[in-house]
């Protein structure tokens, strides 16, 4: 099993800035994608930011310019650092990677974290 924990949601106000850190630990051979998706309510999931294990990124449109999505492979940990952050990005946030457990294993799983609040207001 894989565990996720995210950290660094809160609140700020429109313009602000914060950094939300996500931490794998548990059966881990190798971790492929991460990534950050949002859900704020009355919407569904969607995705923010995705970093490969190569260090390729990938952005929603919404937030190109505005979010850098980084990663340790050494640590198995992502961050996603938000910056001039406006009222639409208040959401859950989640964190997302694609695991494979064991080195003899045939697949590979997705497991998720626990989700942090992220509001914009003023």
């Known amino acids: 099993q894989v565990q996720l924990v995210e950290s660094g949601g809160g609140l700020v106000r429109p313009g602000g800035s914060l950094r939300l850190s996500c931490a794998a630990s548990?059966?881990?051979?190798?971790?492929?994608?991460m990534g950050w998706y949002r859900q704020a309510p009355g919407k569904q999931r969607e995705l923010v930011a995705v970093i490969t294990s190569g260090g390729s990124t990938n952005y929603a449109d919404s937030v190109k310019g505005r979010f850098t999505i980084s990663r340790n492979n050494a640590e198995n940990t992502v961050d996603l650092q938000m910056n001039s952050l406006k009222p639409e990005d208040t959401a859950v946030y989640f964190c997302?990677?694609?695991?494979?457990?064991?080195?003899?294993?045939?697949?590979?799983?997705?497991?998720w974290g626990q989700g942090t609040q992220v509001t914009v207001s003023s």
């Open positions: 997302n990677a694609v695991v494979r457990p064991f080195r003899t294993s045939t697949s590979d799983y997705t497991f």
């Open positions: 548990g059966s881990i051979f190798r971790i492929y994608d």
